[in-house]
């Protein structure tokens, strides 16, 4: 039975080529875009789950208040790692976790061999706890020696080649030699760690001179702590004891400490007022969404097309029913054919994710494959298949099988009106998605445009950084001079951030502070000329003298000044809590600049003179210069006096640009499926409207015998398919405009919609749907009048 059900279906694609050919490329377009947005989902769903016992464990996390706000962040003081082993019975382990890599990364050497790469400080137990997997070594004791250096495989590969890492010396910033005490297996791509070697935190602490006081320390928030329960315990038994457990330590503190599963950093990831919000899975569940609308299109096509060609199936379904065929064998018969085609359409789906998948990769920066040797891969294949080809024939298979065999054996079905609501129906729907998605890829667009185009405060045009060694530190005259000797150097400065970063904040005091306000500005030690090599504007006041004569003085940003409620900021003292004695003043207000979120109000800013206190080099391209002739200009200036370190280098306008990442991401995606959706909606509508010429070839024959213009007969084939566009347009614009609304709304710096938006992408939409009927319309109205009444 199921043979001859198979046989009978492929007859009538093979007899039907051109409907068949739409059916099957819809369908597979939709299928694969599907099984691209899939993969990308479960990669991102899986992200942090490869540890084995992620369910216990979490990171530690700050609640602060000031400002008038709650703001949450993943750094605490070291001292506090202390307390969470000693006073909580429940917390296994904990261990301590440093990213140095700010900006460039360190440099290692092996011989003549340099590398820069990614470095992580972490305590002993970093390995046990995480499990992550080694080729050589021991995850319990590879980090006990405070000289000692894990590498991972790709970093291994490239120090020493062939050659056996375990036990030799690789030297660290030109400064350490470490012993490789382990090799780690390559992590997985889907995991928030970004280390490529790991350096016990206890050789931080005890090489650097700021840090061998931080175990004291409650006012330096500087450190990541990472802690695993105990087998048994909850997190709930555990909040009650952290409620409270700094201030009772150090009662000065406006911090409150919770736990964050590590299983919810990349999807759970922010947090607004002290609560988490979620993240990105906002993005992960609308394009979850997106891919199974773009799938329903692709259904869609299938249901109209199978019950617009009722009339040609009817007599087939009259003959059978008159030889004995029940309706539950015809609607088997039409389903294994709906079936038949979504296994043709995967498999054609299959062949254009092979092709799309680079382009995918490259689009979302990851590395997705298709798992050909997982068995559950090819279930879940299998049953995505079979529902799709249930979803798109289930409606022309019911509605096929409920013809009766008298009425389509006497002649042709004459269907009422009501008959062709189910279509219409369908096509408004499809539109009704495809529209909105086109709606969305441009309110997409202008949101990221309008944040780009924000005043950024500062020129980041030719404007470069690199991350300070010591060597360069000791010699930043030298560069500097060097630099500026160089001829395509304008200005050079250091500061303790990066041009598009803040490290630092510091609570104050100033004496208009209400008693119990609590007030935060962020912190930027600079050197001279840092605002003249930025571009920044003074509104007020004047810069840093060279003489370093301004040790005791500062420049407040407008938003600090806002904040701080300061009519005459010009000779205010500002003093910082940990330092009340050290009296600051203002000599200068400079202009509001975009460091962190160009979709956030800017932070209140306080920038103070300390050339001691460094972390980047700041220059500044001339303008004309050629960019590539001047890289080789400065480049040997930076290997002249470092040595060990390949010369890295950054872009601020490059750096500045990867804020807008994620949003560019779901504007690229946003504008891809729209593309698809229209093309998949409109391979639907060209088959349809093909379908529908020919139902209606002898009309269009007398009415062009009766005088009939091409126009006139174009008009009437079209008029229908445009107004259940425009049905479709008006549905989607509210939807969009309330899914839109909410989305924009998770942005504090955001456009409002526009009503022309909504008019322009329905406008477009009816220009594609005409487009697209207008060549079946046209044809029709353009065959001989004779040919058209004897096809009849």
Known sequence: MIKNYLTIAWRSLRKNKGFSFINIAGLAVGMAVATLIGLWVWDELTFDRFYGNESRLYQVMLNRTANGETTTQPNGPLPLSDLLRNEIPEIKTVTESLTMSLQADDALQVGETKVLRKRQNVGTDFLSMFGFPMIQGSLTNALRDPNSIVLTEETADALFGTAEPMGKLVRLNNQYDLRVTGVLKKLPS???????????????????????????????????????????????????????????????????????????????????????????????????????????????????????????????????????????????????ESMLVAGLAMVLSLVIVLVGMPFFNELTQKQLSLPWNN??????????????????????AFYLSSFQAVSVLKGPIKAGRSANWPRKILVVTQFTVSIAFIISMVVIYQQIQYAKHRPVGYNPDRLMMVSLTTDLSRNYEAVRNGLIGSGVVDNVTKASSPATTILNDTRVDWAGKAPDEIMRLNLIATSPNYLSTLGSKLKLGRDFRADGADSLSVILNEAAVKAMRLKQPLDQEISMVWAPEQKLRVIGVVENAIIESPYDPINPLMLVYNPLWENNIIFRLKPGVNVQQAIARVQPIFQQFNPAYPFDYQFVSDEYGRKF????????????????????????????AAYLAEQRTKEVGIRKVLGASVGSIWGLLSKDFVWLVGIACLIASPLAAYFLNNWLNTYQYRIGLSVWVFVASGVLAIVIALATVSFQGIRAALVNPVKSLRSE
């Open 375 to 396: 068995l559950a891969f090819w279930l879940l294949l299998a049953g995505f298949t079979a529902m799709t080809g249930l979803l798109a024939g289930s409606y022309p």
């Open 190 to 336: 889907n995991t928030s760690w970004d280390f490529q070697f790991l350096v016990p935190f206890r050789h931080f602490e005890l090489n650097t001179p700021w840090m061998k006081d931080s175990r004291n320390d409650w006012n330096n928030n500087m450190v990541n702590l990472l802690v695993e329960l105990q087998p048994n315990a909850s997190y709930e038994a555990i909040a009650p004891k952290l409620a409270g457990i700094l201030k009772r330590h150090h009662p000065e503190s406006i911090f409150e400490v919770f736990l964050h599963p590590v299983a919810k950093w990349h999807l759970y990831g922010e947090f607004q007022n002290g609560k988490n919000v979620g993240g990105f899975i906002r993005y992960v569940r609308l394009f979850g969404m997106v891919g199974l609308f773009v799938l329903l299109i692709a259904c869609i096509n299938f249901m109209n097309l199978s019950t617009a060609r009722s009339e040609k199936r009817a007599k087939e379904v009259g003959v059978r029913k008159a030889t004995g065929s029940l309706r539950s064998q015809l609607i088997s018969q039409f389903l294994i």
């Open 661 to 688: 990442r994620q949003e560019e991401l779901v504007g690229k995606l946003a504008s891809v499926f729209a593309v698809l959706a229209v093309f998949i909606s409109c391979l639907g509508l060209f088959g349809l």
